[in-house]
């Protein structure tokens, strides 16, 4: 089960699945098993969580968004850190001090290694990457493991 006290922070990566209309961020990407999963775990957590959108930088779950078609690791090297310092700049006005705070990323590589993580470091925060490494039916296995089986399951009346 989830440890409320595990994180302060929790970013979330986007997907590729999308709902095909205007959504919620929590609701858009729900067309994923991975995404049911991440989202219930920081939802579960307690603690404040944002999603990190390829094409938006820091979303705030309800945030009203169309979908979208971009993957950061479709972007350059240079593009990638634009992006990060442009969600760094959005969380310093959320977050101005997160010294000490413990920041728990479920994201992909090209989410975190394009200067993201190395910011969050700098900024004074705790990155804890429980995932890192892990292929798609691993994180959902785990995911599984902290949720129960229905964590990642579809709920009824959901698109």
């Known amino acids: 089960m989830v ?5 302060s922070l929790i ?8 709902r095909s209309q205007l959504s919620t961020a929590r609701d858009l990407y729900d067309e ?12 579960r957590s307690g603690a404040s969580w944002y999603i990190l959108s390829a094409k938006h930088g820091l979303l705030a779950p309800d945030a009203r ?5 971009l993957a950061l ?3 350059k090297k ?6 990060s310092r442009r969600v760094l700049d959005e969380l310093r006005v959320r977050f101005p001090d997160l010294t000490g705070d413990i920041v ?3 994201a992909g590589k090209d989410y975190l290694e394009n200067g993201l993580e190395d910011g969050l470091r700098q ?9 890192a490494g892990m292929r798609i039916g691993s994180q959902l296995g785990w995911y599984t493991a902290q949720l129960g089986p229905s964590g990642i399951r579809r709920k009824r009346g959901n698109g």
């Open 123 to 131: 900024a004074g925060a705790l990155v804890r990457r429980p995932l």
């Open 104 to 106: 728990e990323c479920h």
């Open 78 to 83: 240079g593009e990638r850190r634009d992006w």
């Open 65 to 69: 968004i169309e979908p979208y078609d």
């Open 32 to 43: 994923s098993p991975l995404w049911r999963g991440r989202r219930a775990y920081a939802e």
């Open 73 to 75: 690791k479709r972007l």
């Open 3 to 7: 440890d409320a006290e595990r994180a």
């Open 11 to 18: 970013l979330v990566g986007c997907v590729k699945r999308k």
